[in-house]
Nanobody, 125 residues
Framework: QVQLVESGGGLVQAGGSLRLSCAAS????????MGWFRQAPGKEREFVGSISRSGGSTAYADSVKGRFTISRDNGQNMVYLQMNSLKAEDTAVYYC??????????????????WGQGTQVTVSS
């Protein structure tokens, strides 16, 4: 069984920063590629960023490029999302996701085998 647990969400002013963490446990081959998605009220869930198992390949949504950075620590089974220059439109529930695929390229929703429970990020303008 694989479990993903997010932390680090909260309330921040526009222009501020937050760092989300995702702790993964269970069968390590199940989370070769890992990523973050988000869902704002009344909107569909959308891709934010993903990272390959080696960390050598990352992908980002255009809306967060240059502001968000995804990283991972395989020894600790952790994935992070550093969010800088936050905007009101970044307000959403952020979900950690994991899939068995390895290699480059963004993580697609159909590839996700496991989801975290989500953590709320609220950016006040």
């Amino acid at each position: 069984q694989v479990q993903l647990v997010e932390s680090g969400g909260g309330l921040v002013q526009a222009g501020g920063s937050l760092r989300l963490s995702c702790a993964a446990s269970g069968r390590t081959f199940s989370f070769n590629i890992m990523g973050w998605f988000r869902q704002a009220p009344g909107k569909e869930r959308e891709f934010v960023g993903s990272i390959s198992r080696s960390g050598g390949s990352t992908a980002y949504a255009d809306s967060v490029k240059g502001r968000f950075t995804i990283s991972r620590d395989n020894g600790q089974n952790m994935v992070y999302l550093q969010m800088n220059s936050l905007k009101a439109e970044d307000t959403a529930v952020y979900y950690c996701a994991a899939g068995p695929r390895n290699g480059a390229g963004r993580l697609r929703e159909y590839e996700v085998a496991y989801w975290g429970q989500g953590t709320q990020v609220t950016v006040s303008s």
